[in-house]
């Protein structure tokens, strides 16, 4: 047989041999283009069946592959996953999906104006985080990925606190160490989040298993974006999850887009993310995630079948990230600007809205009134937030801060740094100047 | 902080009378894990391998039966895995000792340990903490080839939030174990696996003695501990210092004593944070510095305690401070010992930095 004499040669063709082709994958539609998404398959909502929460995984592979939706076109709850909440805690989820939007569009326009260095909106997947924390237990461990601002809102977790920490100013509770957006609060069984992608699912996973070794009844959940599904903590994660039955739920929000990289370079084309679970022997459901009725009854579902020693599950949410990645990208420089407006799913506040508004527990006038205080509270509390300064404007954390907590004791290689950054800043200031 | 550790292994060499117990390297980890899981319901054991069979190594032996299989158990082979799940025990409220069947396989953990069990504390601002003990056999000499054989002590001595710690006795492995799982920050413990068995010397063509016949063998019953941060005077000299740490502080040692020469030997112990007072004490005094680590050359663990050297004791040095290292080459199977920095190497390096 002829081989190749070097590496990277190609060797001689051979008649009865196809040459290989690679596939790049490439989505549907660049700037510009027109968009279709009627290749989608959406089934009815209510079509899906819920089977009882202690399911063997391999009885429901359906599941990873369909589409759980409960709202209707005609904006009424319909089938057996219909979570039938009170009208009380509609108008209560409904309430914090509104005050993330809120929070986000101002936010994102402190960015502009030069408040702080960095924002990441979540428009459009306000229901994956909301929804999903109001079916957990207030006291079960979330490991977010960077976009759940919405379980600090639902959890009642402070804005002016949330904003400090934006504006990483004197009173930012993380002492000005995290870029925007990475909060963390053990108050709120809220874990650090991290820049590094996907390393909060192996740690959910070991927090819910030392739970389940203590005979503890709280539960774990992760949040991860399906792009970040390809890195290695994922599959670590959902081996560990399996291995040991771990009572912990792995959502997966499939927004569509990895910054400007759309889902196929994490494996879209081939199957949906819910199927990652089938080959761990994961319980795995598929849900439309900008149904926030969906969303809950998924959540509930899935920590149902956790606190019932019945092991863990993984979400997929299929939502579309109507936004850039951050403030440091320009979507319509890799996309079209037609998808948002196409999104079959539509949009989960409007879908919350119409729904109550259909069960005659809702108006306009409320929405709008709603709308305006959330939009009146965060400006009220970002004025406060301010007080306490903005990034690069003075009234940081006494500077000295930058050398504690690396170890819990500080060690004399960092002692010396830190005599020698006060002498920096004298030279500089003509004192220590510890603020700003 | 050495005078007072110095004080305690007085207290400890001068309780062991004859007939007390000698232990081997491993027996000396596996008591300390006994001893830990014992006094600690937070602490567990777990990697691959460790359980029911005990470790590859034999470390973990009996603490399944002893503890029960939610306390020591094994893991999938997933260093990621391994460190990702106990970074969120110890944000539960644990104490994991996970163990890495081998350092050379502690890479796919490396953004857990790296990115997330030593940045914790300091993201969080003091919220959640990492208080892991990562323990891994490490370095070569028994023939392991390049995957069984390396010594990645720098990738961790460089990431601010990391402790390092190598034990090099049976009575320092105990103790030092001890304090790193009581440490509330994470630790990788690396074990020297050519000196388990016993204190090898780098003749490598001549037998190995057993653990028994050193005196760092005797190793009290029970619970001591011994400080992170505090080297050990392995002997007192005064023609020059030699650095060293791990397999190599038995290596210098059988070296200078072949070659008569009065050196002052240091053992670090921890490296990060370093017993810099020790050092420099030792330096003022000799003059000389040699430092010997197995690890490659380049940005080893060596440079770093050159660097500290020759700023902070300048102007007590006669003579330029002399490395001996691995070479910067991965770890040749059939060709261990022209990569081990043994005998020749030091001995060469001891009459360079001697000869005027």
Redesign the interface.
Known sequence: MAEPRSPGERAPAKPNRPALALHVPEPKYRPGDKVDFSHLEIPPAGAQPRPDESVHPSAIHDLAFGLIRVLGEDHHAHGPWNPRLDPETLRTMLGHMALVRAFDERMFRGQRQGKTSFYMKCTGEEATSVATAMALASDD?V?PSYRQQGILIARGYPLIDMINQIYSNRAD???G??LPI?Y???AHSF??I?G?LA?Q???????????A??GDSRI?ASWVGEGSTAE??FH??C??AA?YNAPVILNVINNQWAISSFSGFAGAERTTFAARGLGYGIAALRVDGNDALACYAAAAWAAARARGNHGPTIIEYFTYRAEGHSTSDDPSAYRSAQEREEWPLGDPINRLKQHLIAIGEWDEERHAAMDLACAEKVKATTKEAEKNGILGHGLHHPFHTMFE????EL???LQEQAEQAIRERIAKFGSERPFG | MSAETNTVESAAAATAAEGERRLNMIEAINEALDIMLARDPDVIVMGEDVGYFGGVFRATAGLQAKYGKTRVFDTPISECGIIGVAVGMGAYGLRPVPEIQFADYIYPGLDQLISEAARLRYRSAGDYTAPLTVRSPFGGGIFGGQTHSQSPEALFTHVAGLKTVIPSTPYDAKGLLIAAIEDNDPVIFFEPKRIYNGPFSGYYDQPVAPWKTHPDSLVPEGYYRIPLGSARVVRAGEAFTVLAYGTMVHVAEAVCRAKGVDAEIIDLRTLVPLDIKTIEASIAKTGRCLIVHEATRTSGFGAELAALVAERCFYHLEAPIVRVTGFDTPYPHSLEWAYFPGPVRIGEAIDTLLKD
């Not at chain 1, 699912?201 to 739970?211: E, I």
């Not at chain 1, 907590?405 to 819990?408: A, S, T, W």
């Open positions: 461990m490991f509770k993380l002492k160490r995290q990475m963390s609060s053990r874990f650090s991290s590094n390393t699912c192996p740690q959910a996973v070991g927090w819910a298993m030392a739970s070794m203590r774990a290695g903590d670590a994660a081996t560990f291995v907590d690396v170890y819990e060690p004399w290689h």
